[in-house]
């Protein structure tokens, strides 16, 4: 069973077009990520949610819209894509525990990436 | 704004060397430094460090974490070809993971 997985794997699409990307996790963790790979392998965070709540939102334009029906599914909805856009995004999985000082993250689980190419 | 800077950001070895990835960071709030192995796919986690000076290790891998000096190093002794990946370091500060840009290490046969 896959722990962290994405839908699809592969997107490809054109300029102006809408597009989801499905990501649901079987590990019971409360915190699910979207982060954005550009071509140089750099990993950005874009959102976190946790137990359904919006808790990150990096900058990321308003095109970008992640809904958490439940705690075990973040999905990303992208409006009016761009060429901008087109990058592996990943979804990634941790369970907080409480320590001192608030909560711990623990290691973020992640999915196998969905690959977006925009013509 | 948090930030991780990774060194070198590439590295061409042979099997059987020793190759050593560095981490240095710049954040608010830290909680932990991670490493991860990045092959084609997802990135798979390597170590999570917390404390100072305790060093971690997995077979032929070992990382260190400094927090005086705000770095960390990822060793990895005896190398094969399937070590040959991108090799991120993130950090752990005001609930999010930043990463560095990775470091693409190359093992030739």
């Known amino acids: 069973d896959t722990a962290v997985s994405q839908t699809p794997k592969y997107l490809v699409t054109q300029m102006g077009n809408d597009k989801s990307i499905k990501c649901e996790q079987n590990?019971?963790?409360?915190?699910m990520y979207w982060y954005k790979q550009d071509s140089k392998k750099f990993l950005k965070i874009m959102f976190s949610?946790?137990?359904?709540?919006?808790?990150i939102n990096e900058t990321v334009p308003n095109r970008f819209s992640p809904k958490s029906p439940d705690k075990a599914h973040l999905n990303l909805h992208i409006n009016s894509l761009e060429l901008g856009d087109s990058a592996v995004y990943f979804c990634?999985?941790?369970?907080?525990?409480?320590?001192?000082?608030?909560?711990?993250?623990?290691?973020?689980?992640f999915g196998d990436g969905t690959r977006l190419s925009i013509l | 704004e948090d930030k991780v800077v990774q060194s070198p950001l590439s590295l061409v070895v042979h099997e059987g060397d020793t190759v050593t990835l560095n981490c240095s960071y710049e954040?608010?709030?830290?909680?932990?430094l991670l490493w991860y192995k990045q092959e084609k796919k997802a990135p798979t986690f390597l170590f999570m460090l917390?404390?100072?000076?305790i060093e971690k290790k997995s077979g032929r891998l070992s990382s260190i974490l400094d927090k005086k000096e705000l770095f960390s190093i990822l060793n990895i002794t005896a190398t094969q070809t399937g070590d040959s990946a991108v090799y991120l370091c993130?950090?752990?500060?005001?609930?999010?993971?930043?990463f560095g840009k990775g470091i693409t290490l190359s093992v030739r046969p």
């Open positions: 990634a999985s941790s369970q907080d525990i409480p320590g001192p000082g608030g909560y711990s993250n623990q290691p973020q689980h």
């Open positions: 590990l019971g963790h409360d915190t």
């Open positions: 949610y946790n137990n359904k709540e919006l808790i």
């Open positions: 954040v608010t709030n830290f909680r932990s």
């Open positions: 917390t404390s100072s000076g």
């Open positions: 993130a950090v752990l500060a005001n609930s999010k993971l930043t």
